[in-house]
């Protein structure tokens, strides 16, 4: 790592998946798209040697509604290697609409001490005043960081450090999307300073061997006045799991707990909410299609996993062999996880 009182320089892989961070228009005028490979972007900062020594390796270069779990195996097991061949840590960029799932899927992936930092951008080379560039450079000084150490996956964008299983993005355009509604940030960067305040203590990680099948699981979330007519059709439409978006605490209509019941007799059904922030609840409420009446239904809860991640977990779950209510008993998302000081 480096040592950032006497100047020493890191080795950082740097992986480029595509995004908004490589897009550019093919013609003046046209829609971007992915076109830069990491070379480009690597070298398009200027100052960029200074910090440390990039290696980058285009993965590939895509929109991130393409990725998908089998693309972060590959990309865990592409980091390893660099890791196991000398990197101090490692730096991804990629397109900011799935981030916050990734980053989450490499979080309960990766078993490695070294920092693995998401970074992307929201505006193009292309536009005015382009972010991508600032972010990459943010994100290589995280990466090189000692205090990023055995933090799992961090996401940084905005000069702001959050942890990859609270961040989630929240504006379609504003260079400021990224946050983490439930505990905040957990460090940022100042000049050419990498400040964490707070430390996210390390769950065992998943592991998935890089040829599995990833199996379909189905996200539903409740809303009013839906009868949940769509929950008896997932078993024959071939998902091996659900996650439900429950409202508030953990909540639903009360015609939606019998379906349910059924489902989680036959798959692991896990039960999130769809509030953004929080944890679901397990004792505050008994009226039927409460949290207290869907977990006495089979339901297991995602602790403050928003529904998004608890996909991704229990995706990776089922594909490793892991019990499912194992895998949601440590989630790592519990009141008190974080520790430190606030950083302002």
């Known amino acids: 790592?480096?040592?950032?009182?006497?100047?020493?320089?890191?080795?950082?892989?740097?992986?480029?998946?595509?995004?908004?961070?490589?897009?550019?228009?093919?013609?003046?005028?046209?829609?971007?798209?992915?076109?830069?490979?990491?070379?480009?972007?690597?070298?398009?900062?200027?100052?960029?040697?200074?910090?440390?020594?990039?290696?980058?390796?285009?993965?590939?270069?895509?929109?991130?509604?393409?990725?998908?779990?089998t693309h972060m195996l590959r990309l865990r097991d592409?980091?390893?290697?660099?890791?196991?061949?000398?990197?101090?840590?490692?730096?991804?960029?990629?397109g900011t609409d799935s981030l916050e799932e990734t980053s989450y899927a490499l979080d309960v992936l990766w078993d490695r001490a070294e920092p693995l930092v998401f970074t992307g951008a929201m505006r193009n080379p292309s536009l005015l005043s382009p972010d991508g560039a600032a972010n990459l450079m943010a994100a290589v000084r995280t990466a090189a960081s000692s205090q990023a150490r055995d933090q799992g996956a961090l996401v940084v964008l905005n000069d702001e450090v959050h942890a990859a299983r609270y961040v989630r993005?929240?504006?379609?355009?504003?260079?400021?999307?990224?946050?983490?509604?439930?505990?905040?940030?957990?460090?940022?960067?100042v000049e050419d300073r990498v400040e964490l305040g707070l430390r996210v203590p390390r769950i065992p990680p998943m592991h998935v061997p890089s040829t599995v099948t990833i199996p379909p699981i189905a996200l539903v979330t409740m809303t009013i006045g839906d009868d949940g007519r769509i929950l008896r059709t997932l078993p024959d439409l071939g998902y091996e799991g659900v996650v439900l978006a429950g409202m508030g605490g953990g909540h639903v209509a009360v015609e939606w707990v019998e379906p349910l019941r059924d489902l989680a007799a036959r798959m692991p059904v896990v039960l999130a909410s769809r509030a953004g922030a929080g944890e679901v609840l397990s004792k505050t409420y008994g009226y039927p299609g409460s949290e207290v009446a869907l977990l006495e239904a089979g339901l297991l809860g995602a602790g403050a996993l928003d529904p998004l991640k608890a996909r991704v977990r229990l995706a990776l779950a089922l594909a490793g062999g892991v019990p499912v209510a194992e895998a949601f008993a440590a989630t790592g998302t519990t009141t008190g996880s974080v520790t430190g000081s606030r950083v302002r």
């Open 1 to 69: 790592m480096i040592d950032e009182t006497a100047g020493a320089r890191s080795h950082i892989a740097y992986f480029a998946l595509g995004g908004t961070i490589a897009s550019v228009p093919p013609a003046p005028g046209e829609p971007a798209q992915p076109g830069l490979s990491a070379a480009d972007i690597a070298g398009s900062i200027e100052g960029l040697d200074e910090v440390a020594d990039v290696m980058g390796e285009d993965l590939m270069k895509v929109s991130s509604a393409r990725l998908d779990l």
């Open 78 to 94: 592409a980091a390893a290697a660099a890791v196991d061949a000398g990197a101090d840590g490692v730096v991804v960029s990629q």
């Open 169 to 189: 993005k929240t504006h379609t355009s504003n260079v400021a999307t990224f946050g983490s509604p439930t505990v905040g940030r957990i460090g940022r960067l």
